[in-house]
Each structure stands twice: as structure tokens, then as C-alpha cells.
């Protein structure tokens, strides 16, 4: 069978060598551009798809980066899987390595099953064009330092994503959502409650005065979660939330666009006006805001903002891009890689004032 990856090796190659003698200094790796668009002279990785190795008896998937999610789960739910942690997309051209690269996490993340803890292992192109590999293809794998999971979030920044292997789950025999009109103390009254449904619940999202949350499991348990809950909520169609997990509500859309995450719930009585809540009060999107007082804010509260589309700010804590670029330099010596995804993104550190 032919290496489909040795393009890419060549590309990235012809780069290092075009970098040491001054005539390039970056790379931008692209996918489809579903969640950030990019330069017309970008290195394009969405042609390197498909899946190489699946295993449902193992539930372990390898894939390479440029595979589209929308048919990665639909080869997985033929075999009544899925993936382990909830991967939005925005559309159904968002790629395996565009997710893992921008680190966006799903609702279910504050439940247990984040993007993190669902990589095994994986292959990439550093920046002196080698092809290093982490981890490994199983579930009990604890070979060396977990640098698979630097990938997540990294904005490509640390080098050319080969493939990924992952952790799937069986596909839940039911799913039911559930919605109401809430003030947000009794949203949040709600929301702790949930915590006695586990491993039924499976996350939700407050918004413009309205509460939606989702349940999986077997039918037969499910019955009686429409009993557990206030007689204020109806059963909805699991679209509904679906449109919020999947980036795809209006204030997703926006032309800017950030999130706010602190370690524990905000209060009720500090959620933000025209902000989207999940992860319990946990994290905040907001659209068209100001991010510098946004930051600033979030600092005090002992949160973080992410800026996805728009004014960019420094948000990371004290100390962080030291770290990060400790890391950049170990990669991708000749910061070839997004470097400027790399400055907004990992490089920028904030001050509370």
C-alpha cells in the first residue's frame, strides 16, 4: 500500500529547507476552514483522509487528520459506536485535525468525556520535517510522556497532524433532551441536581432564558428522568441541542465570537448578560462583546476568556507562554508552524489589574 502521507513529508521538508535559507518564514496548515479561515498560500492537509485501521471489538479507531467527522461517525454508527468525547462541528466539512487543533470541547466535556482523554496516540511532521509518533493504538497504554494530548489546542502550531488514534463508546440506546423556562438561580438549582443523574445525564445549556438538557442510556432508565425533573420541562427534540453542541446557533455565527471557563460554577446572580451558558455555569459564549473588559473581568473571577473570531487580547495566566513556548521551540524549532495562530492563541499572557 502507498504512503499517502508522503506528500505532506515533502511539503513540510521543502519548507524546513526553504526556512534555514531565509526565503520562508511560515507554514499555515489548513483544513476545510470550518472553524478559521486561511491564507490562499497555506499548506492544504483536508485531502489527507480516511480511516486506517478501526477495531470495533477494541474500541479504537486511527484515522488520518484530514477525515471528515461527519463520515468518521457515520462508518462508527454502522457498528452502533461513537466517539468518545462530543466533537462539534460546525459543518459537515470539519476535519478530525481541524477539531483536535482548535481544542474545542462539547458539552458532555464537564461530564467526563472531553477531547483530551479520548487521543491515544498520534503521528505528525515536526518542524525539522521528521515523523515522530506518541502513544500508542490501546485503551491501557502508558509509554512515555502524554504528548498526544499537547496536540489538542495547540493551533497546528506544534506541527503537521499524520493521524490520530481514538477511543470510542457504544452508541447510547436512547437519547431524550428536556426544556423549560428558567430564571437562571433555578436554572442553576436544576443543573446541581443533575449531578444525581449521572451517568444519565450528559450535559446542557441555558440561553435567552431557556434551560435544555440531554439524558442517555437505556430506554428502560430513561423513563423515569422526565419524573426526576420540575414539571416545568417538556421533552424536545434532541436537535435542539444538537444545534448548540454543534456550533451552529446564532451566536456562534457571529462575527465575534469568545468563551469565558472558570474552575467552579459562577453564581447566578454574575452570569453575564446575552451569554450562553454550559458545563453547568462553568463557561460563557458570548457574541460582539468587549473583549478587554471581558479579560480583565474574567481575571478577577480567576477565569480565562478565548477569543475565537475578532479583536484578539492576552488572556493566558502569568507564566503560561513561557511554557508554551518552551514547548513550540522543542517541536518546531523554526516556528514554521501557524505562527501567527501560535502569538494569538499561546503567547499572549494577561495581567489582572
Not at 259 to 264: D, H, I, R, W
Not at 317 to 332: I, N, P, R, V
Request: glycine fraction near 10%; proline fraction near 5%.
Amino acid at each position: 500500500m502507498s504512503d499517502l502521507s508522503l506528500p505532506l513529508v515533502a511539503a513540510v521538508n521543502e519548507a524546513v529547507v526553504d526556512a534555514v535559507a531565509g526565503r520562508l518564514s511560515a507554514l499555515r496548515i489548513a483544513g476545510n476552514g470550518t472553524r478559521i479561515t486561511h491564507p490562499a498560500q497555506a499548506l492544504p492537509c483536508a485531502d489527507h483522509s480516511g480511516i486506517i485501521q478501526y477495531q470495533p471489538e477494541e474500541l479504537v479507531v486511527r484515522v488520518r487528520g484530514g477525515t471528515r467527522l461527519s463520515h468518521l461517525q457515520s462508518v462508527l454508527a454502522e457498528q452502533g459506536q461513537r466517539l468518545v468525547a462530543e466533537w462539534p462541528q460546525p459543518d459537515n466539512r470539519s476535519t478530525v485535525g481541524g477539531a483536535i487543533a482548535m481544542g474545542l470541547e462539547g458539552a458532555e466535556r464537564s461530564v467526563g468525556f472531553g477531547l483530551r482523554d479520548s487521543l491515544l496516540g498520534c503521528q505528525l511532521i515536526n518542524g525539522l520535517g521528521e515523523r515522530v509518533r506518541f502513544g500508542g493504538q490501546v485503551v491501557k497504554n502508558v509509554a512515555g510522556y502524554d504528548l498526544t494530548r499537547l496536540q489538542v489546542g495547540a493551533m497546528g502550531s506544534l506541527g503537521v497532524l499524520l493521524d490520530v488514534s481514538l477511543k470510542l463508546r457504544p452508541l447510547a440506546e436512547l437519547t431524550q433532551c428536556f426544556v423549560a423556562r428558567l430564571a437562571p438561580m433555578e436554572a442553576m438549582r436544576i443543573w446541581q441536581h443533575c449531578q444525581a443523574l449521572l451517568p444519565f445525564y450528559r450535559g446542557g445549556f441555558y440561553w435567552q432564558g431557556q434551560m435544555v438538557l440531554r439524558f442517555e442510556g437505556r430506554a428502560q432508565a430513561l423513563n423515569a428522568i422526565d419524573k426526576a425533573l420540575p414539571d416545568d420541562f417538556s421533552e424536545a427534540d434532541p436537535e435542539q441541542f444538537d444545534v448548540h453542541s454543534h456550533w451552529q446557533a446564532p451566536v456562534f455565527r457571529a462575527d465575534s465570537l469568545a468563551s469565558l471557563t472558570f474552575p467552579e460554577p459562577l453564581p447566578p446572580d454574575e452570569w453575564l448578560d446575552h451569554a450562553m451558558v454550559d458545563w453547568e455555569g462553568r463557561r460563557f459564549w458570548l457574541a460582539n462583546a468587549n473583549h478587554h473588559a471581558l479579560a480583565s473581568w474574567a481575571c478577577k473571577q480567576g477565569g480565562q476568556l478565548r477569543v475565537w473570531r475578532g479583536i484578539r487580547v492576552p488572556v493566558l495566566g502569568e507564566g503560561l507562554s513561557h511554557w508554551h513556548s518552551a514547548l513550540k521551540q522543542a517541536f518546531d524549532p523554526h516556528a514554521l508552524f501557524n505562527p501567527v495562530l501560535f502569538q494569538q492563541h499561546l503567547a499572549m499572557e494577561a495581567r489582572c489589574n
